[in-house]
């Protein structure tokens, strides 16, 4: 049996292992490790990068995403849950961009604060936000000021 068809072989049951594990997590973590190990000694057998491999599975995995790690490696994690309200932010960002008066856009790194800087979950016209208080207190101490202190 050549290497080659061996590599399919052993690609192919790591990915129907994955698939059929969908419904178990214990046995889907199982196989997500030993699909894993089965992709490095593919690729010590023929020479294959194990990068192309692993991308292949970790792809092949629902609600994983991969992530490239500083020192080269690339690791699988969870994707994070999605936020209910909205398609720019995750659930966890939206609750926590609620509690900050200047939203979601300030929790984010500089280089994608456009992708949420219009999220309605943590906006000033959302009642119940950090941000709906602070126009609030704004727009009352603008009031006073204009009033003269309220004094009269």
């Known amino acids: 049996m050549s290497t ?4 399919v072989l052993a690609v192919a049951a790591a990915l129907l292992g994955v698939a059929a594990a969908r ?3 214990w046995l889907h973590a199982t ?3 030993t699909a ?8 010590l057998l023929t020479g294959l990068p194990v990068e192309g491999i692993t991308a292949l599975a970790a792809a092949a995995v ?14 699988v ?6 936020c209910p309200d909205c398609s720019c932010c995750t659930a966890r960002l939206c609750e926590q961009g609620q509690k900050n ?5 300030a929790l984010v790194a500089p280089g994608v604060k456009w992708t949420v800087q219009d999220c309605p979950c943590s906006a000033e016209t959302t009642e119940g936000t950090a941000a709906h208080e602070a126009v609030q207190v704004r ?7 204009e009033d003269g202190g309220g004094r009269g």
Do not use: M, T
């Not at 080659?4 to 590599?7: D, H, K, Q, T, V």
């Not at 994690?77 to 999605?82: G, I, K, S, T």
């Not at 727009?139 to 000021?145: F, G, P």
């Open 4 to 7: 080659f068809f061996c590599a």
């Open 77 to 82: 994690r969870l994707a994070p849950a999605a």
């Open 101 to 105: 008066p200047f939203g979601c856009s």
């Open 62 to 75: 629902p609600g994983r995403v991969p992530v490239d790690a500083p020192d080269g490696h690339r690791w």
């Open 139 to 145: 727009a009352a101490r603008r009031a006073e000021q």
């Open 23 to 25: 419904r178990n997590r």
């Open 31 to 33: 196989l997500c490790g």
């Open 36 to 43: 894993c190990l089965l992709a490095i000694y593919v690729a």
